[in-house]
């Protein structure tokens, strides 16, 4: 069964702080990874996508990573800002369009 | 912000009744897929419209129905509404069904349903 396992479930840093968000899968075949932030009550939105040949990704202050051979990616985040609270959720897409979800891990930054 | 969007915002139902939810899928996007989110729990997937046909269902009953129109906006109904229900319903659209980094997914603000 195709599973995207995260953790921590949550998270709280001081601002200014950098974290890592972990993430293990057993989707297979493996298509691409994605990295999305959602903030309370709306929709997701994206931060990486990763295929398959890709170590490292990054957009601003968010680092993706992804060891294809162990299944697993991790999220970085660097300085974080206030605005960086929200829940971070990762996805793998596979071999159908159906993509299977993580339950998140939601990230409280105090001042 | 993406050209997702979705109506209502939110939405409050008793047990029993029926609902209608709406989506505008982004310009240029053909393909829309709707989700169940629960309190605390990632997206799970509902079923996907492609070219106004149904193209994939999650695992979700019978109750849980939907249509895409010639302009690629969606409906997601739900009937005999359950406590459970109770959920943000996201809908996402994107350029076509595929499983590339080219078919991602966009997604649209929710619809928070409240089931009494």
């Known amino acids: 069964k195709n599973q995207v396992e995260q953790s921590p479930q949550s998270l709280i840093i001081l601002e200014g702080k950098n974290c890592t968000l972990q993430?293990?899968?057993?989707?297979?075949?493996?298509?691409?990874l994605r990295w999305y932030k959602q903030d309370t009550g709306r929709g997701p939105v994206s931060l990486t996508i990763?295929?398959?040949?890709?170590n490292t990704k990054s957009n601003g202050r968010y680092t993706a990573t992804l060891d294809a051979d162990t299944k697993q990616s991790s999220l970085h985040i660097t300085a974080s800002q206030l605005s960086d609270s929200a829940s971070y959720i990762c996805?793998?897409?596979?071999?159908?369009?159906?993509?299977?979800f993580g339950r998140g891990t939601s990230l409280i930054v105090h001042p | 912000e993406t050209g997702v969007t979705q109506s209502p915002t939110h939405l409050i139902k008793t047990r029993g009744q029926q609902v209608t939810l709406r989506c505008s899928s982004q310009?240029?996007?053909?393909?829309v897929s709707w989700y169940q989110q629960a309190l605390g729990q990632g997206p799970q997937f509902i079923f996907q419209?492609?070219?106004?046909?149904?193209?994939g269902r999650g695992n979700f009953p019978p109750r849980f129905s939907g249509l895409q129109f010639p302009n690629y906006s969606s409906e997601l109904n739900v009937n005999a509404l359950e406590l459970d229900d109770s959920a943000l319903y996201l809908c996402?659209?994107?350029?076509?069904?595929?499983?590339?980094?080219?078919?991602?997914?966009?997604f649209g603000p929710g619809t928070r349903l409240t089931v009494l």
């Open positions: 419209y492609y070219r106004e046909e149904e193209n």
């Open positions: 996402a659209s994107s350029f076509r069904p595929g499983a590339e980094v080219g078919d991602e997914q966009f």
């Open positions: 996805v793998v897409v596979g071999g159908s369009y159906i993509p299977t």
């Open positions: 993430c293990n899968y057993t989707v297979s075949p493996f298509s691409n």
């Open positions: 310009s240029g996007h053909n393909t």
């Open positions: 990763m295929t398959f040949s890709e």
